[in-house]
Antibody, heavy 117, light 110 residues
Framework: QVQLVQSAAEVKKPGASARVSCKASGYTFTSYFIHWVRQAPGQGLEWMGM????????SYTQKFQGRVAMTRDTSTSTVYMELTSLTSEDMAVYYCARGTIALPDYWGQGTLVTVSS | QSVLTQPPSASGTPGQRVTISCSGTSSNIGSEIVNWYQQLPGTAPRLLIYNDNQRPSGIPDRFSGSKSGTSASLAISGLQSEDEADYYC???????????FGGGTKLTVL
């Protein structure tokens, strides 16, 4: 069955970077996009961007351009999302989700990133 | 402010039928497919409906989706207590060149 297993929760200081991993299994890793979506406490879902694991090509929403980087390691079927220059507004649960180029289907369990001095 | 508009809350009693609306524009719902996701408290979203009205395997037929013009709807019949969750619609947006989500609807089973 399709599984996306994310890394553990992180606590970061303002200005630091967070790096979340997402290990995929149960399907052909290079056949589906991986989307990253975040959810601030008590808020809705916000799409950050996506990566094509086959080509390594990425697309980021304008809000995060210059501050986010999504990479992949095909040897381990793992995708990484790094977000730099963290502020308190970046405190959220970060989800990876498999999908077509358009929309996600299967979701990871989420990774809480706490930003606190 | 979400690109897709959903009512913040909905409610119903066990056995009832409830619908949740999702309003968009010609650059998203009006020209692209819609997915619906269910998020139970403290868990990750789960795909409920894809391609406007298709159910993934394992999703009960109590859940159905429809679309007309620039609006989509999720209907839940035979409401059960375990349906109490947040529901999100999503669609690709041609102008933003990415997926957009509704703000979510919190469903309460009375």
């Amino acid at each position: 069955q399709v599984q996306l297993v994310q890394s553990a929760a992180e606590v970061k200081k303002p200005g630091a970077s967070a790096r979340v991993s997402c290990k995929a299994s149960g399907y052909t890793f290079t056949s589906y996009f991986i989307h990253w979506v975040r959810q601030a406490p008590g808020q809705g879902l916000e799409w950050m961007g996506m990566i094509n694991p086959s080509r390594g090509s990425t697309s980021y929403t304008q809000k995060f351009q210059g501050r986010v980087a999504m990479t992949r390691d095909t040897s381990t079927s793992t995708v990484y999302m790094e977000l730099t220059s963290l502020t308190s507004e970046d405190m959220a649960v970060y989800y990876c989700a498999r999908g077509t180029i358009a929309l996600p289907d299967y979701w990871g369990q989420g990774t809480l990133v706490t930003v606190s001095s | 402010q979400s690109v897709l508009t959903q009512p913040p809350s909905a409610s119903g009693t066990p056995g009832q039928r409830v619908t949740i609306s999702c309003s968009g524009t010609s650059s998203n719902i009006g020209s692209e497919i819609v997915n619906w996701y269910q998020q139970l408290p403290g868990t990750a979203p789960r795909l409920l409906i894809y391609n406007d009205n298709q159910r993934p395997s394992g999703i009960p037929d109590r859940f159905s989706g429809s679309k007309s013009g620039t609006s989509a709807s999720l209907a839940i019949s035979g409401l059960q207590s375990e349906d109490e969750a947040d529901y999100y619609c999503a669609s690709w947006d041609d102008s933003l060149n990415g997926p957009v989500f509704g703000g979510g609807t919190k469903l309460t089973v009375l």
